[in-house]
Protein backbone atom coordinates (compact mmCIF):
# COMPACT_ATOMS: atom_id res chain seq x y z
CA UNK A 1 0.00 0.00 0.00
CA UNK A 2 2.59 2.46 0.99
CA UNK A 3 4.46 1.66 -2.46
CA UNK A 4 1.35 2.58 -4.33
CA UNK A 5 0.66 6.19 -2.51
CA UNK A 6 4.62 6.47 -3.36
CA UNK A 7 3.51 6.05 -7.34
CA UNK A 8 0.76 8.42 -6.87
CA UNK A 9 2.03 10.68 -5.36
CA UNK A 10 5.15 11.25 -7.43
CA UNK A 11 2.74 10.86 -10.32
CA UNK A 12 0.82 13.79 -9.01
CA UNK A 13 4.01 15.45 -8.84
CA UNK A 14 4.69 15.47 -12.12
CA UNK A 15 1.27 16.88 -13.24
CA UNK A 16 0.17 13.44 -14.27
CA UNK A 17 -3.40 12.14 -12.98
CA UNK A 18 -6.28 10.51 -14.23
CA UNK A 19 -10.13 11.06 -13.97
CA UNK A 20 -12.18 8.07 -14.77
CA UNK A 21 -15.69 8.34 -15.35
CA UNK A 22 -18.53 5.74 -15.88
CA UNK A 23 -20.09 7.98 -18.89
CA UNK A 24 -21.73 5.14 -21.39
CA UNK A 25 -23.20 5.98 -24.81
CA UNK A 26 -25.98 3.38 -26.48
CA UNK A 27 -26.53 4.52 -30.20
CA UNK A 28 -28.41 2.97 -32.75
CA UNK A 29 -26.42 2.06 -35.80
CA UNK A 30 -26.72 4.86 -38.64
CA UNK A 31 -27.38 7.47 -35.79
CA UNK A 32 -24.56 9.84 -34.62
CA UNK A 33 -23.23 10.10 -31.03
CA UNK A 34 -21.44 13.41 -29.83
CA UNK A 35 -18.84 13.15 -26.45
CA UNK A 36 -18.79 15.98 -24.09
CA UNK A 37 -15.72 16.07 -22.06
CA UNK A 38 -16.39 18.63 -18.75
CA UNK A 39 -15.89 21.99 -19.70
CA UNK A 40 -14.24 22.80 -16.44
CA UNK A 41 -10.78 20.44 -17.40
CA UNK A 42 -10.73 21.96 -21.12
CA UNK A 43 -9.92 25.73 -20.30
CA UNK A 44 -6.36 26.40 -20.32
CA UNK A 45 -5.64 23.65 -22.22
CA UNK A 46 -2.81 23.03 -24.32
CA UNK A 47 -3.31 19.79 -26.05
CA UNK A 48 -6.09 17.72 -26.78
CA UNK A 49 -6.00 14.24 -28.33
CA UNK A 50 -8.87 11.71 -28.79
CA UNK A 51 -7.94 8.27 -28.87
CA UNK A 52 -10.11 4.92 -29.72
CA UNK A 53 -9.59 1.29 -28.57
CA UNK A 54 -8.00 -0.55 -26.08
CA UNK A 55 -4.55 0.77 -28.10
CA UNK A 56 -4.97 4.13 -27.98
CA UNK A 57 -5.34 4.90 -31.62
CA UNK A 58 -5.60 8.71 -32.13
CA UNK A 59 -8.37 9.91 -34.34
CA UNK A 60 -8.06 13.95 -33.99
CA UNK A 61 -6.78 17.01 -31.61
CA UNK A 62 -7.00 20.34 -31.05
CA UNK A 63 -3.19 21.84 -30.80
CA UNK A 64 -3.69 25.81 -29.62
CA UNK A 65 -6.40 26.64 -32.16
CA UNK A 66 -5.75 24.05 -35.33
CA UNK A 67 -8.24 21.08 -35.41
CA UNK A 68 -6.69 18.02 -37.11
CA UNK A 69 -8.21 14.50 -38.06
CA UNK A 70 -5.92 11.56 -38.41
CA UNK A 71 -6.69 9.41 -41.56
CA UNK A 72 -7.90 6.69 -39.85
CA UNK A 73 -10.13 4.40 -41.92
CA UNK A 74 -13.33 3.57 -39.57
CA UNK A 75 -13.72 6.86 -39.17
CA UNK A 76 -13.26 8.63 -42.36
CA UNK A 77 -15.45 11.76 -43.11
CA UNK A 78 -17.34 11.07 -39.54
CA UNK A 79 -15.85 12.53 -37.39
CA UNK A 80 -16.74 16.12 -36.15
CA UNK A 81 -14.43 18.46 -33.53
CA UNK A 82 -15.44 21.84 -31.82
CA UNK A 83 -13.08 24.24 -29.46
CA UNK A 84 -15.10 23.03 -26.65
CA UNK A 85 -13.39 19.02 -27.09
CA UNK A 86 -16.46 17.87 -28.11
CA UNK A 87 -16.31 14.80 -30.42
CA UNK A 88 -19.52 13.85 -32.48
CA UNK A 89 -19.52 10.56 -34.80
CA UNK A 90 -22.06 10.41 -37.35
CA UNK A 91 -23.82 7.45 -38.93
CA UNK A 92 -22.04 5.26 -36.75
CA UNK A 93 -21.72 1.47 -37.53
CA UNK A 94 -21.23 -1.38 -34.95
CA UNK A 95 -17.01 -1.35 -35.23
CA UNK A 96 -17.49 2.07 -34.00
CA UNK A 97 -18.27 0.57 -30.94
CA UNK A 98 -15.41 0.62 -28.51
CA UNK A 99 -13.40 2.74 -25.17
CA UNK A 100 -13.07 6.49 -26.49
CA UNK A 101 -10.63 8.21 -24.23
CA UNK A 102 -9.29 12.91 -24.71
CA UNK A 103 -6.30 13.29 -23.32
CA UNK A 104 -5.99 16.95 -22.14
CA UNK A 105 -2.64 18.33 -21.95
CA UNK A 106 -2.39 21.64 -19.53
CA UNK A 107 1.09 23.39 -18.45
CA UNK A 108 0.24 21.80 -15.11
CA UNK A 109 -0.14 18.21 -16.11
CA UNK A 110 -2.43 15.95 -18.25
CA UNK A 111 -5.85 14.96 -17.24
CA UNK A 112 -7.71 11.52 -19.08
CA UNK A 113 -11.47 10.91 -19.71
CA UNK A 114 -13.08 8.33 -20.69
CA UNK A 115 -16.27 7.43 -22.69
CA UNK A 116 -17.78 3.58 -23.64
CA UNK A 117 -20.15 3.82 -26.92
CA UNK A 118 -21.85 0.92 -27.77
CA UNK A 119 -23.41 1.20 -31.13
CA UNK A 120 -26.26 -1.79 -31.39
CA UNK A 121 -28.50 -2.98 -34.11
CA UNK A 122 -32.51 -3.01 -32.76
CA UNK A 123 -34.67 -5.74 -34.01
CA UNK A 124 -37.17 -3.07 -33.32
CA UNK A 125 -37.78 0.36 -33.66
CA UNK A 126 -39.41 2.91 -35.50
CA UNK A 127 -38.13 6.28 -36.60
CA UNK A 128 -38.70 8.68 -39.05
CA UNK A 129 -42.27 9.41 -38.31
CA UNK A 130 -42.09 12.37 -39.84
CA UNK A 131 -41.48 11.48 -43.19
CA UNK A 132 -43.87 11.50 -46.24
CA UNK A 133 -45.79 7.97 -46.62
CA UNK A 134 -46.13 6.42 -50.11
CA UNK A 135 -48.93 4.05 -51.10
CA UNK A 136 -48.67 1.23 -53.05
CA UNK A 137 -50.76 -1.70 -54.57
CA UNK A 138 -50.60 -4.91 -56.34
CA UNK A 139 -52.48 -8.44 -56.69
CA UNK A 140 -51.25 -11.25 -54.63
CA UNK A 141 -48.58 -13.09 -57.12
CA UNK A 142 -46.67 -10.09 -58.73
CA UNK A 143 -43.67 -8.42 -57.11
CA UNK A 144 -43.19 -4.99 -55.75
CA UNK A 145 -39.86 -2.84 -55.22
CA UNK A 146 -39.35 -0.28 -52.45
CA UNK A 147 -37.36 2.13 -54.16
CA UNK A 148 -34.91 4.79 -52.11
CA UNK A 149 -33.37 8.01 -53.03
CA UNK A 150 -30.55 8.12 -55.16
CA UNK A 151 -27.05 7.37 -52.76
CA UNK A 152 -23.84 8.67 -52.91
CA UNK A 153 -21.63 5.06 -51.91
CA UNK A 154 -21.19 5.69 -47.50
CA UNK A 155 -24.49 4.73 -46.93
CA UNK A 156 -25.82 2.36 -44.21
CA UNK A 157 -29.62 1.03 -45.52
CA UNK A 158 -31.73 -0.54 -43.09
CA UNK A 159 -35.17 -1.94 -43.78
CA UNK A 160 -37.82 -2.88 -40.76
CA UNK A 161 -41.62 -3.84 -41.45
CA UNK A 162 -44.64 -3.24 -39.63
CA UNK A 163 -45.80 -1.15 -36.39
CA UNK A 164 -43.15 -2.84 -34.18
CA UNK A 165 -40.49 -1.86 -36.61
CA UNK A 166 -39.28 -5.28 -37.28
CA UNK A 167 -35.57 -5.32 -38.77
CA UNK A 168 -35.77 -7.18 -42.28
CA UNK A 169 -32.78 -6.13 -44.00
CA UNK A 170 -29.63 -4.12 -44.15
CA UNK A 171 -27.05 -3.23 -46.19
CA UNK A 172 -24.03 -1.56 -45.61
CA UNK A 173 -22.47 0.25 -49.02
CA UNK A 174 -19.22 1.37 -47.47
CA UNK A 175 -18.12 -1.66 -46.39
CA UNK A 176 -18.93 -3.21 -49.80
CA UNK A 177 -20.13 -6.24 -47.66
CA UNK A 178 -23.27 -8.14 -48.75
CA UNK A 179 -26.79 -7.44 -47.96
CA UNK A 180 -28.47 -9.12 -44.62
CA UNK A 181 -31.57 -10.66 -44.02
CA UNK A 182 -33.01 -10.98 -41.00
CA UNK A 183 -35.26 -13.58 -40.14
CA UNK A 184 -37.69 -11.38 -37.41
CA UNK A 185 -39.95 -12.14 -39.17
CA UNK A 186 -41.12 -16.02 -40.99
CA UNK A 187 -43.13 -14.54 -44.02
CA UNK A 188 -39.82 -12.94 -45.18
CA UNK A 189 -37.83 -16.25 -45.40
CA UNK A 190 -35.85 -16.56 -48.45
CA UNK A 191 -38.55 -14.10 -49.86
CA UNK A 192 -36.47 -10.83 -49.80
CA UNK A 193 -34.08 -8.94 -52.46
CA UNK A 194 -32.15 -5.76 -51.15
CA UNK A 195 -30.20 -4.16 -54.04
CA UNK A 196 -26.76 -3.82 -53.22
CA UNK A 197 -26.47 -1.14 -55.36
CA UNK A 198 -29.43 1.33 -55.34
CA UNK A 199 -30.44 0.08 -51.60
CA UNK A 200 -34.19 -0.62 -52.92
CA UNK A 201 -36.09 -3.60 -51.68
CA UNK A 202 -37.59 -5.85 -53.77
CA UNK A 203 -40.55 -8.50 -52.83
CA UNK A 204 -41.05 -11.29 -55.37
CA UNK A 205 -44.51 -13.13 -55.50
CA UNK A 206 -46.15 -11.29 -53.26
CA UNK A 207 -48.79 -12.29 -50.69
CA UNK A 208 -52.25 -11.18 -49.14
CA UNK A 209 -49.67 -11.02 -45.66
CA UNK A 210 -47.28 -8.84 -46.78
CA UNK A 211 -49.73 -6.07 -47.04
CA UNK A 212 -48.46 -3.18 -44.13
CA UNK A 213 -46.15 -0.26 -43.30
CA UNK A 214 -42.40 -0.76 -44.76
CA UNK A 215 -39.54 1.72 -43.40
CA UNK A 216 -36.34 2.47 -44.71
CA UNK A 217 -32.95 4.68 -42.93
CA UNK A 218 -30.56 5.58 -44.98
CA UNK A 219 -27.38 6.80 -43.16
CA UNK A 220 -24.65 8.81 -44.21
CA UNK A 221 -21.81 10.61 -42.94
CA UNK A 222 -23.60 14.03 -44.68
CA UNK A 223 -27.50 12.99 -43.74
CA UNK A 224 -30.18 10.86 -42.17
CA UNK A 225 -32.75 9.81 -43.92
CA UNK A 226 -36.25 7.77 -43.68
CA UNK A 227 -39.32 7.01 -45.96
CA UNK A 228 -42.12 4.93 -45.08
CA UNK A 229 -44.17 2.84 -47.70
CA UNK A 230 -47.85 1.17 -47.17
CA UNK A 231 -47.87 -1.90 -49.59
CA UNK A 232 -51.53 -3.04 -49.80
CA UNK A 233 -51.69 -6.92 -51.68
CA UNK A 234 -55.20 -7.83 -52.91
CA UNK A 235 -56.24 -11.18 -54.12
CA UNK A 236 -56.48 -12.19 -57.84
CA UNK A 237 -59.52 -10.68 -59.84
CA UNK A 238 -60.09 -6.92 -60.41
CA UNK A 239 -56.88 -4.34 -59.82
CA UNK A 240 -57.60 -1.13 -57.88
CA UNK A 241 -57.24 0.59 -60.92
CA UNK A 242 -59.98 -1.55 -62.89
CA UNK A 243 -62.56 -0.56 -59.96
CA UNK A 244 -61.44 2.56 -60.29
CA UNK A 245 -62.82 2.89 -63.66
CA UNK A 246 -65.43 0.87 -63.19
CA UNK A 247 -66.78 3.34 -60.57
CA UNK A 248 -65.86 6.49 -62.73
CA UNK A 249 -67.86 4.48 -65.65
CA UNK A 250 -70.73 3.88 -62.93
CA UNK A 251 -70.75 7.90 -61.88
CA UNK A 252 -70.92 8.57 -65.62
CA UNK A 253 -73.54 6.47 -66.32
CA UNK A 254 -75.21 7.58 -63.32
CA UNK A 255 -74.72 11.41 -64.33
CA UNK A 256 -75.92 10.53 -68.16
CA UNK A 257 -79.12 9.34 -67.08
CA UNK A 258 -79.68 12.46 -64.92
CA UNK A 259 -79.23 14.53 -67.50
CA UNK A 260 -81.21 12.21 -69.62
CA UNK A 261 -84.13 12.64 -67.41
CA UNK A 262 -84.02 16.59 -67.17
CA UNK A 263 -83.77 16.58 -70.59
CA UNK A 264 -87.07 14.34 -71.12
CA UNK A 265 -88.68 16.03 -68.19
CA UNK A 266 -88.25 19.26 -70.08
CA UNK A 267 -89.19 17.96 -73.56
CA UNK A 268 -92.01 16.63 -71.78
CA UNK A 269 -93.07 20.24 -70.56
CA UNK A 270 -92.27 21.78 -73.38
CA UNK A 271 -94.79 19.47 -75.63
CA UNK A 272 -97.55 19.85 -73.28
CA UNK A 273 -97.45 23.15 -73.12
CA UNK A 274 -97.56 22.99 -76.99
CA UNK A 275 -100.50 20.53 -76.57
CA UNK A 276 -102.01 23.42 -74.53
CA UNK A 277 -101.10 26.10 -76.70
CA UNK A 278 -102.81 23.92 -79.37
CA UNK A 279 -105.94 22.91 -77.56
CA UNK A 280 -106.72 26.81 -77.17
CA UNK A 281 -106.27 27.19 -80.63
CA UNK A 282 -108.53 24.63 -81.23
CA UNK A 283 -111.05 26.21 -78.83
CA UNK A 284 -110.67 29.55 -80.61
CA UNK A 285 -110.94 28.09 -84.06
CA UNK A 286 -114.37 26.32 -82.43
CA UNK A 287 -115.78 29.38 -81.39
CA UNK A 288 -114.64 30.92 -84.69
CA UNK A 289 -116.44 28.57 -86.68
CA UNK A 290 -119.21 28.38 -84.50
CA UNK A 291 -119.99 31.86 -84.87
CA UNK A 292 -119.05 32.15 -88.70
CA UNK A 293 -121.61 29.28 -89.32
CA UNK A 294 -124.25 31.74 -87.31
CA UNK A 295 -123.06 34.35 -89.30
CA UNK A 296 -123.99 31.85 -92.57
CA UNK A 297 -127.05 31.24 -91.01
CA UNK A 298 -127.85 34.86 -90.49
CA UNK A 299 -127.24 35.96 -93.99
CA UNK A 300 -129.19 33.22 -95.82
CA UNK A 301 -131.83 34.51 -93.50
CA UNK A 302 -131.29 37.89 -94.39
CA UNK A 303 -130.85 36.58 -98.23
CA UNK A 304 -134.09 34.90 -97.86
CA UNK A 305 -135.75 37.52 -97.05
CA UNK A 306 -134.15 39.62 -99.91
CA UNK A 307 -134.77 37.36 -102.36
CA UNK A 308 -138.71 37.51 -100.82
CA UNK A 309 -139.04 41.08 -101.07
CA UNK A 310 -137.17 40.95 -104.76
CA UNK A 311 -140.22 38.73 -105.79
CA UNK A 312 -142.65 40.86 -104.07
CA UNK A 313 -141.53 43.81 -105.81
CA UNK A 314 -140.82 41.83 -109.25
CA UNK A 315 -144.68 40.78 -109.01
CA UNK A 316 -145.88 44.48 -108.05
CA UNK A 317 -144.07 45.82 -110.92
CA UNK A 318 -145.30 43.31 -113.36
CA UNK A 319 -148.94 44.56 -112.02
CA UNK A 320 -147.84 48.23 -112.77
CA UNK A 321 -146.39 47.30 -116.20
CA UNK A 322 -149.58 45.59 -116.98
CA UNK A 323 -151.89 48.27 -116.37
CA UNK A 324 -149.92 50.91 -117.99
CA UNK A 325 -149.73 48.79 -121.03
CA UNK A 326 -153.61 48.34 -121.17
CA UNK A 327 -154.11 52.13 -122.02
CA UNK A 328 -151.44 51.44 -124.90
CA UNK A 329 -154.25 49.54 -126.49
CA UNK A 330 -157.02 51.16 -125.69
CA UNK A 331 -155.08 54.40 -127.49
CA UNK A 332 -154.67 52.66 -130.47
CA UNK A 333 -157.79 51.49 -130.89
CA UNK A 334 -158.92 54.72 -130.62
CA UNK A 335 -156.66 56.08 -132.92
CA UNK A 336 -157.15 53.57 -135.50
CA UNK A 337 -161.27 54.49 -134.92
CA UNK A 338 -161.31 58.02 -135.22
CA UNK A 339 -158.18 57.68 -138.09
CA UNK A 340 -160.70 55.48 -140.15
CA UNK A 341 -157.41 52.92 -141.23
CA UNK A 342 -158.06 49.17 -141.79
CA UNK A 343 -155.78 47.12 -140.68
CA UNK A 344 -154.61 44.11 -143.43
CA UNK A 345 -152.40 41.89 -143.89
CA UNK A 346 -152.88 40.23 -140.46
CA UNK A 347 -150.19 37.55 -140.07
CA UNK A 348 -149.19 35.22 -136.78
CA UNK A 349 -146.16 34.93 -135.67
CA UNK A 350 -144.56 31.75 -133.73
CA UNK A 351 -146.09 30.87 -130.84
CA UNK A 352 -143.89 31.70 -127.30
CA UNK A 353 -143.02 29.71 -124.71
CA UNK A 354 -145.74 28.59 -122.44
CA UNK A 355 -148.72 29.03 -124.82
CA UNK A 356 -147.58 32.84 -125.28
CA UNK A 357 -148.16 33.64 -129.45
CA UNK A 358 -147.06 36.40 -130.77
CA UNK A 359 -149.66 38.42 -134.19
CA UNK A 360 -147.48 40.98 -136.48
CA UNK A 361 -149.80 43.36 -138.19
CA UNK A 362 -148.53 44.76 -141.32
CA UNK A 363 -150.06 48.31 -142.08
CA UNK A 364 -149.98 49.35 -145.58
CA UNK A 365 -150.87 52.95 -146.74
CA UNK A 366 -152.62 53.78 -143.60
CA UNK A 367 -152.47 56.38 -141.48
CA UNK A 368 -149.79 55.07 -139.16
CA UNK A 369 -147.25 54.16 -142.00
CA UNK A 370 -148.02 57.90 -143.45
CA UNK A 371 -147.42 59.15 -139.69
CA UNK A 372 -144.26 56.63 -139.07
CA UNK A 373 -143.27 56.42 -142.37
CA UNK A 374 -139.51 55.01 -142.90
CA UNK A 375 -138.63 51.85 -145.38
CA UNK A 376 -140.55 48.31 -145.74
CA UNK A 377 -139.75 44.96 -145.84
CA UNK A 378 -140.20 42.90 -149.07
CA UNK A 379 -143.01 41.64 -147.23
CA UNK A 380 -144.56 45.16 -146.75
CA UNK A 381 -143.88 45.17 -142.58
CA UNK A 382 -142.54 49.34 -141.81
CA UNK A 383 -139.13 49.74 -140.65
CA UNK A 384 -138.80 52.79 -138.11
CA UNK A 385 -135.95 56.04 -138.87
CA UNK A 386 -133.29 52.81 -137.38
CA UNK A 387 -134.00 50.08 -139.67
CA UNK A 388 -135.92 48.47 -136.74
CA UNK A 389 -139.48 46.59 -138.01
CA UNK A 390 -142.50 47.76 -136.43
CA UNK A 391 -144.71 44.95 -134.87
CA UNK A 392 -147.61 45.20 -133.11
CA UNK A 393 -147.43 42.11 -130.61
CA UNK A 394 -150.59 40.77 -128.67
CA UNK A 395 -149.30 39.19 -125.35
CA UNK A 396 -152.74 37.21 -124.85
CA UNK A 397 -154.12 35.52 -127.90
CA UNK A 398 -157.31 33.90 -128.44
CA UNK A 399 -156.82 32.91 -131.78
CA UNK A 400 -159.08 35.94 -133.31
CA UNK A 401 -156.93 37.92 -134.33
CA UNK A 402 -156.08 40.94 -132.64
CA UNK A 403 -157.44 40.99 -128.45
CA UNK A 404 -157.60 42.94 -125.72
CA UNK A 405 -153.59 44.07 -124.68
CA UNK A 406 -151.60 45.39 -127.67
CA UNK A 407 -148.44 47.26 -127.90
CA UNK A 408 -146.30 48.51 -130.71
CA UNK A 409 -142.62 47.67 -130.78
CA UNK A 410 -139.83 47.80 -132.93
CA UNK A 411 -137.69 45.18 -133.11
Known amino acids: MKSTYKIVL ?33 QGMVLLLWRFGEKGSTIAQIDGNDILYEDYEVFRGRLQLDQTGSLTIKNVRTNHSGLYKAEISHNSGTSYIKFRVTVYESPSGIAGAEAEMKSMSVKEGDLVTLHVPQIQGDELIVWRFGDEGKLIAKHDLEAKSSPLYYETDERFR ?20 DSGHYNVKISSNNQTLYKRFTVTVSEPGLSPAAVAGIVLLLLLMALTTAVGVLFYCRKKSELNNQKSKISERRNETSAISGKLKQMSKDCEKELSEISERLKHMSLTKKGKNSEQETPLIDKRELFEQEMGTDVTNEGARSEMEKGERERSIIVEDTTISQVIGGPRDADGRIR ?14 TGKGVNEETSVISE
Open 10 to 42: ILLMCGVYYIETDEVKSVMEGDSVTLNPDISKI
Open 190 to 209: DRLKLNDQTGSLTIPNTRTT
Open 384 to 397: DGQGKRLVVRNTES
